[in-house]
């Protein structure tokens, strides 16, 4: 394909890229898109030129009228890309000219290192709002299976061994604080998207009187008190990827929180906890074995955490020797960053409908929260109430296990003779307990899985996301 470039070679070039070079170099694979956001940036810089005198009124309508035709058959998947013109940028320029003459003064200004920058900010502010979306559904499903199951108990665990115990509520919001940090991330790095970088050319500006106020205005780079938002350095818009590396860091440890859940779900489903039951709609078979039904969802959700590390450092590598200021290193940036999103939002979208489609096993988390070993603890407390210090007391409860074990009945089948031989000061009160809701009401200071306070947090939550 030896064809000239109609937008950006002719004049300095005698010949277009060569083949294998046009194959190379090529964008528009990936780059496509971002056609809306290009198509958009557009109209609001032609609206600009026309401001400042470069356009006239009838060539801005025939611009905005040959870009909306064009919008609407990228949209109806008529539209021809076109390999050879490189990347998004140049094929909605191009085809604009052939059927605008007046599209030729629409790079006025501009440069494809401004474009892209405008381009990927534009699309990635409108993933970060699907994005959060997303999350608060999964945060509302954590919250309904939550409800639904208010007072089920479960064993806590450390070091995957039983500890002690918990509502299941209290654990399934543990997940729901840390998502709802991952928005706050996502908000955060939302207002550094914000910026607009259009009219930093492709790296000093322009001579000419833009208006980039106005541009930013019309494409919504407003903070929440309305001030219009502009980056303050051309040779740093142009070359600048910080906003889809935070992204991506953002997006990685929420890719950690989900797969941190699938990893409960796993175990959950399976007959050793037999917690859970996933509908079958949201499980898949074994080729081979006919009795498995696999949680494969979480599976994936765990697994897809891989690549989105992965694009995280990529970017990273990418950035870290590059000179001032945009080099072509930078189009390697977006099939990153899109990956990033398309997997957490995938992600997130199928954890919250897997969840929406899980039953809790209440008599098996019943039977494993009766383990009077998860109140060990409990009884140690009792001592210190007693007055004992807390180290003698984990001393003699440590004392009284190994009984229970030697005797080989459960911690709370002992006598009270048996417990006295440990120690004298347990008294007729102490077997009371394990009383496992008795228990659960004592703890209630903020953040435990009492009774009162779980109860408390799960209003709190369902309020705040309704
Ligand atoms: N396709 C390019 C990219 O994604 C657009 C910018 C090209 N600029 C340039 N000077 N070649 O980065």
Avoid at 426 to 436: H, Q
Wanted: glycine share 6%; aromatic share 6%.
């Amino acid at each position: 394909m030896n064809k000239k470039s109609p937008v950006s070679r002719s004049g300095r070039f005698q010949s277009g890229p060569a083949a294998d070079v046009a194959q190379f170099t090529e964008s528009i694979s990936f780059d496509w898109r971002l056609w809306k956001h290009d198509i958009a940036g557009s109209i609001a810089h032609a609206t600009m030129l026309k401001k400042i005198g470069v356009l006239k009124q009838n060539e801005l309508s025939a611009i905005v009228k040959g870009l909306n035709q064009i919008h609407k058959e990228i949209a109806t998947g008529k539209f021809q890309w076109k390999p050879e013109l490189e990347d998004v940028h140049m094929n909605i320029e191009a085809e604009l000219t052939k059927r605008v003459p007046a599209g030729a003064k629409l790079h006025t200004a501009r440069s494809r290192n401004d474009q892209v920058a405008l381009d990927m900010r534009l699309w990635l502010r409108d993933e970060i709002t699907v994005l959060l979306g997303d999350i608060a559904s999964l945060q509302r499903a954590l919250v309904s299976l939550s409800e639904k199951n208010a007072d089920v108990i479960i064993p806590g665990y450390t070091h995957l061994q039983r500890a002690q115990p918990v509502y299941l509520a209290h654990h399934l919001l543990a997940y729901v604080e840390m998502l709802e940090r991952d928005c706050e991330r996502l908000w955060d790095c939302h207002s550094r998207v914000n910026i607009c970088p259009l009219g930093s050319g492709a790296i000093a500006g322009s001579t000419l009187p833009l208006d980039r106020a106005l541009v930013a205005k019309l494409l919504g780079f407003v903070n929440a008190s309305g001030q219009v938002q502009l980056t303050q350095n051309s040779m740093d818009a142009v070359s600048d990827r910080d906003f889809a590396v935070e992204f991506c860091a953002a997006g990685a440890l929420l890719a950690v929180h989900l797969s941190r859940l699938a990893e409960d779900v796993i175990l959950w489903a399976g007959a050793e906890f037999n917690f859970i039951k996933i509908a079958d709609a949201y499980t898949t078979g074994s080729s081979l074995m006919p009795q498995k039904k696999n949680p494969d969802i979480a599976e994936l959700a765990r697994g897809k955490t891989g690549r989105v590390f992965g694009n995280l450092m990529s970017l990273l590598t990418l950035l870290k020797g590059l000179p001032m200021t945009y080099n072509r290193d930078l189009q390697e940036d977006k099939e990153r960053l899109f990956d990033t999103a398309d997997t957490v939002r995938a992600t997130t979208r199928l954890m919250a409908a897997m969840l929406n489609n899980t039953k809790v096993n209440k008599s098996a988390c019943a039977a494993a929260a009766s383990d009077p070993a998860l109140l060990a603890t409990d009884l140690a407390d009792y001592l210190v109430r007693k007055g004992m210090a807390f180290r003698p007391a984990h001393h003699v409860v440590g004392a009284v296990v190994a009984l229970a074990e030697k005797t080989g009945k459960p911690l709370n089948q002992l006598t009270l003779a048996e417990l006295q031989m440990v120690d004298k000061t347990f008294g007729r009160d102490a077997l009371g307990v394990f009383n496992l809701k008795t228990a659960m009401a004592k703890r209630n200071l903020t953040g435990a899985p009492g009774t009162k306070e779980v109860a408390k947090q799960l209003a709190r939550w369902r309020e705040q996301l309704s």
